[in-house]
């Protein structure tokens, strides 16, 4: 996984817990990178995984919903970062589409060492859009917080109920109000 993904993790940790948070959960994995994460570096998703186990631990909450609060985060900074990727996009789900589509395509442009999931639109009508998502590193909890955050942009409401489809695969459905 980029490191940007890791850089962006330990910024939302410093902001919501403290910069002391970030030192001890970093102590406690003894990752093979140490921690010392650089956005263009890749990195080991299972550091991902050991550094929320840790948080979680940490905080006692749950690490899906550190995950998961930590897309909706991520979707601020992406909105931030690459601004094109959100304006070029007429409509929320028109911008969710656009992620398999275009936005990860360009990201693979970017970094062809990237690993990115897999997206399929199931459904889609005026406010209800049906989504799969695929992939073996299990993060669809970021995924569903990239979701929820990135409907912010568009100014609408956006619930997200998540359907796990096996190990590696989730089933979101979203409606917008
Ligand atoms: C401007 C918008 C976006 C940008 C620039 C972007 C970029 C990226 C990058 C750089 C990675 C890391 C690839 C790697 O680790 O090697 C990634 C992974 C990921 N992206 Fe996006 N992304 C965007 C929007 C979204 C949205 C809206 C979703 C949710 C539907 C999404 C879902 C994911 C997930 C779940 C991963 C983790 C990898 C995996 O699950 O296998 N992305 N993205």
């Known amino acids: 996984m980029k490191g940007v993904v890791f850089t962006q993790f330990l910024e939302f940790v410093a902001g919501r817990f403290g910069e002391d948070t970030v030192d001890d959960i ?23 995984h050991a550094l929320t186990g840790a948080l979680a631990a940490r905080c006692g909450l749950p ?16 909105e931030r970062g690459y601004p094109d990727f959100f304006r070029r996009s007429g409509s929320y789900f028109d911008f969710l589409a656009s992620v398999e589509e275009h936005i990860h ?10 690993e990115l ?27 569903e917080g990239l979701l929820r955050g990135s409907a912010r942009h ?3 409401e956006a619930t997200v109920l998540a359907q796990p489809q096996g190990e590696h695969a989730i089933r979101f459905i979203i409606e917008t109000r």
Not at 105 to 114: F, Q, S
């Open 117 to 143: 999931p897999a997206f399929t639109v199931v459904e889609r009508s005026a406010k209800r859009m049906v989504m799969d998502y695929r992939s073996p590193r299990r993060l669809g909890a970021l995924a």
């Open 154 to 156: 568009f100014g609408v």
């Open 26 to 48: 970093i102590e406690a994995c003894a990752l093979p990178s140490g921690g010392a994460y650089t956005s263009v570096g890749t990195y080991s998703h299972e550091e991902m």
């Open 63 to 78: 690490a899906a919903d550190l995950v998961r609060d930590f897309g909706h985060h991520l979707a601020g900074s992406f």
């Open 105 to 114: 395509v360009e990201v693979r442009k970017l970094y062809p060492d990237a």
